[in-house]
């Protein structure tokens, strides 16, 4: 046991204090005793509460250590969890009373398994990871360290293959070393795993339609086997072939002559008997094909477009399909110079292939251009989606003052079917509808589960922000009763004076009562009142959902994709007012200078219709119409550019623009207007040790490079970037493994676009153990690789101490001699010697009277 002290700078103190004590025995003589006695009990009392400053404590030795297993559970470690529940168990019997034990396990994170006790454990079974893809040795030391006690010995046990995927424990050990933390290592190994894995993929990174291209797969295996190896080409299957693959590393090569044009996306797959894993069995990589510029041309369903005899096919690459038909991965959109919407609905879109066409145009300049009609812009339900966004025109009207009166409910399933995305698009669809609306339109909204729930009564819309938020507070619950709610919304329109009365009916379910839906809808046809509904999911009842929008003289929408719900309610909303429709024959007015005006030198024809849109501020109005609406509108949208053409391409709108001897010149100079103009900049994108990218300037003439990454769903990706040199720029990218898409651009405007694999974790990599880094580990913390289990127990070299601070003890010795002094300094030492005399008299006294009664009582006796 030891005293020791925590600060004994505060000992400098003492050296006044002496001087003080010193000067003071020269000035004073104590000649008493009693002076003597005060003066000694005053240095003392200063002597503790000096001592007491510099924080003393005691310090005794600690006989308990704690000893914990951390087993790596890692993907690369599959099987291996009854080797080390069977080493552990062969150790436990080595275990000493004194010794604490406790077993984790980690890989990406870490988990307990058995908490710190001196208990008798069995490790029989293991809990199941969360996340085996990784392995991160640093953090799961670091965090099993944090849990255990700091005055007691302590002993890691770390069981792993060594095979760090993601940290550094090396930058640690320092610390653990410092901190008094022994670490021994145990190699783990898979013996018995059975794997092969593709571990690269090439395809040429440019190569010309008509081409024979060369694809070569690297594939690995723990042993020799047979398998077959797939490529697909934009998720399509396009070869096929049987392989014997030699233990170790082997290459494959495919031949192919690629008829397609743009970005292509190759995907390899290899398929073996008994694979381990099935993370590492695939590879992506990307082929830019030039060749003629690719041109989409959408159509809404079941409708045909007249631009496809229009559009020079000599010149351009043009694929037409339906709205239905468009792809739902980035790379399918990325093959094409550019996109034409012809009247395609936005529902039959839905958002999320929005978003992708949005990316395109944003970041790698693919040009895009929508044409107007019944089912486009406003009438198309494009508020507030992607699309607008990119486009040079807002599809609310703005100035517009002599509107017909307006009055809409909204009646919206909140039951528990529409737990999760169904209800969160169902109210920002709702929302939309809101924003939608002019002041003073009337407006309800309706939720209903097993009853009706009046959210906000139909009445003048005064406040936007707040029935926006009163629609996004609902929450869904219940069952589902769709009568009573309908019901209730027609009793609140009827009694209206308004020129438009309009329902929306939106429900996944069936309704648990039937009632007279017929004779409900008929009433309310007399007061004006037309109904429309949606149905969400497989489990909506169609049929009467079906007759209800035909008795109610609306719409009917059958939704498989919930994405589309916004657009539907949106363009619900704006077909009630039908204002966008402009259909009053006029001359368009040309504001733009070339290459349009060549086009009008004879003259401007007539128009008949177009769809009322407000242009962007930073948009250019090409062509505009005698109510000042843009007929004809461009702008660049990031890298690329879009145009809005505001009436059709049938000729009912477009009346003499049809019969218009330039009208198929005047298509082509609007294609090749939103073609991307610019020349392809040497860029090399290569993966480095570290898993950043390395994007490389060959010319070095960029002075800056503006880089933009999204991945196959059309998300944009965040990125850090980090300039390492001149025409060098490292990019950081956390996601998870697959394809992603780079668009560099520099300040000429030159770009380039480039599909990069981020490949499986490295986890899944085959790899030896890495034995030198667990010897590392345990020699630079004290420790050692042990072999036997029965070492896993020995004695620690270092035992630990336990600290008991005593400085409230010398404050309350402190306080006692302060309370002594002042004691003889206020009565005095002959008044407390005299008490205590005068204490002793009277016991005396006590004692001698006891006597003489004792003496008088034996006297009375014997008398008698």
């Keep these: 046991m030891d005293l020791r002290i925590d600060q004994p700078i505060w000992l400098l103190l003492a050296i006044p204090i002496v ?29 503790c509460l000096l001592f007491a400053v510099t924080r003393p404590y005691i310090t005794f030795p600690n006989q308990e250590e704690q000893v914990v297993f951390l087993v790596d559970r890692s993907a690369s470690l599959k099987g291996t969890d009854t080797d080390a529940a069977s080493w552990i168990e062969k150790s436990l019997q080595q275990r000493k009373n004194s010794q604490y034990t406790g077993i984790y396990s980690f890989a990406k994170g870490i988990q307990t398994e058995f908490g710190l006790t001196k208990d008798t454990m069995q490790v029989t079974k293991w809990q199941d990871m969360a996340d085996t893809s990784e392995t991160n040795i640093a953090s799961a030391l670091q965090l099993v360290t944090n849990m255990l006690e700091t005055n ?15 940290g550094s424990v090396e930058n640690q050990l320092n610390y653990f070393k410092h901190n008094g933390i022994q670490i021994d290592t145990v190699l783990l190994k898979n013996d018995h795993m059975t794997d092969a894995a593709i571990t690269n ?73 008994n694979d381990s894993f099935l993370e590492n069995n695939k590879w992506m990589s990307v082929t830019n094909v030039e060749g003629q510029p690719r041109v989409l041309l959408v159509h ?85 989606t992607p699309i607008e966004k990119l486009l040079p025109v807002e599809m609310e009207v703005k100035g517009k003052e002599q509107l017909p009166s307006l009055g809409l409910v909204i009646v919206m399933d909140r039951s528990g079917s529409m737990t999760g995305n169904k209800i969160e698009l169902a109210k920002e669809a709702a929302a939309r509808s809101v924003e939608l609306l002019r002041k003073n339109d009337t407006f309800g909204f309706i939720a209903f589960d097993d009853r009706p729930w009046s959210i906000i009564d139909t009445a003048p819309l005064k406040n936007k922000k707040q029935a926006i938020a009163d629609i996004l507070s609902v929450s869904p619950e219940g069952g589902t009763e769709i ?44 007061s004006n009142i037309t109904l429309s509904t949606v149905a969400i999911g497989d489990d909506a009842d169609r049929r009467l959902l079906e007759e209800l929008a035909r008795f109610g003289t609306g719409r009917f929408y059958d939704v498989r994709d919930e994405e589309t719900v916004p657009s539907i309610l949106s363009r619900e909303t704006s077909m009630m007012t039908r204002t966008y429709i402009e259909d009053n024959p006029f001359y368009p007015m040309i504001t733009s200078g070339a290459p349009w005006n060549a086009l009008f030198t004879d003259g401007v024809p007539q128009m008949n219709a177009y769809i009322a849109t407000t242009a962007k501020q ?52 609007a294609v090749s207007e939103i073609l991307p103009s610019y020349d392809e900049v040497p860029y090399t994108i290569s993966q480095q040790s570290d898993g950043s990218y390395l994007v490389t300037d060959a010319t070095k003439h960029s002075a800056f490079m503006d880089i933009a990454v999204v991945d196959d769903n059309g998300e944009k990706v965040e990125i850090t970037e980090e300039a390492v ?41 085959l790899q030896q153990p890495n034995s030198e880094l667990l010897k590392q580990i345990a020699d630079t913390t004290g420790g050692k690789v042990l072999k036997e289990p029965s070492e896993a127990f020995r004695k620690l070299p270092k035992g630990s101490f336990e600290q008991q601070n005593i400085t409230t003890w010398f404050l309350l010795i402190a306080m006692i001699l302060f309370f002594i002094d002042i004691t003889l300094r206020r009565f005095g030492w002959q008044t407390i010697r005299g008490i205590f005399m005068r204490g002793n008299l009277t016991k005396v006294k006590k004692t001698e009277e006891i006597k003489r009664l004792d003496v008088e009582a034996l006297v009375k006796n014997k008398k008698k």
């Design 19 to 47: 001087i003080y004590i010193s000067w003071f025995l020269k000035k004073k003589t104590l000649q008493k005793r009693e002076h003597w006695v005060i003066f000694f009990l005053r240095f003392l009392a200063v002597f």
């Design 152 to 166: 007691k010995a302590t002993r890691v046990i770390l069981l792993s293959d060594g095979l760090e995927t993601a």
């Design 201 to 273: 993929f090439q395809t040429p990174n440019v190569a010309y339609a008509g081409e024979e291209q060369s694809l070569h797969i690297q594939v690995e295996t723990t042993e020799a086997t047979d398998g077959e190896l797939l490529i697909a080409l934009n998720d399509e299957t396009i070869a096929k072939k049987k392989v014997s693959l030699d233990a170790g590393k082997n290459t494959v090569t495919f031949k192919h002559i690629a008829k397609k044009q743009g970005l292509l996306k190759y995907e390899a797959t290899l398929k073996v008997a």
């Design 300 to 384: 809404g369903d079941g409708k045909s477009t007249a631009l496809s005899k229009l559009i020079g096919q000599k010149e351009l690459v043009v694929k037409i399909i339906s709205a239905s038909e468009l792809p739902s991965t980035q790379t399918s959109y990325l093959q094409y110079d550019a996109i034409i919407f012809d009247n395609v609905p936005g529902h039959e879109v839905g958002e999320a292939k929005m978003g992708m066409i949005e990316q395109s145009v944003k970041n790698f300049g693919i040009g895009f251009m929508m044409t107007g009609g019944d089912s486009s812009y406003g009438l198309g339900g494009y508020f507030k």
């Design 483 to 526: 009568f009573q709610s309908l019901q209730l919304a027609y009793q609140q329109l009827e009694p209206l004076k308004l020129q438009r009365k309009h329902i929306i009916l939106l429900t996944d379910g069936q309704s648990s009562t039937s009632s007279s839906y017929e004779q409900l809808i008929e009433g309310g046809k007399k």
């Design 618 to 669: 930073t948009s250019k109005v090409i062509a505009k119409s005698n109510q000042k609406d843009p007929v004809i509108a461009e702008w660049n949208y990031g890298l690329g550019k879009s145009i809005a053409y505001t009436s059709d391409t049938s000729g009912k709108w477009a009346g003499d623009w049809a019969r218009w001897d330039k009208w198929s010149r005047f298509w082509n100079t």
């Design 725 to 765: 040199a001149p025409g060098k720029t490292k990019v950081y990218i956390d996601h998870k493994p697959g394809l992603v898409y780079f668009s560099i651009t520099n300040e000429d405007d030159g770009m380039y676009k480039a599909g990069v694999t981020i490949p499986y974790s490295k986890e899944y990599q």
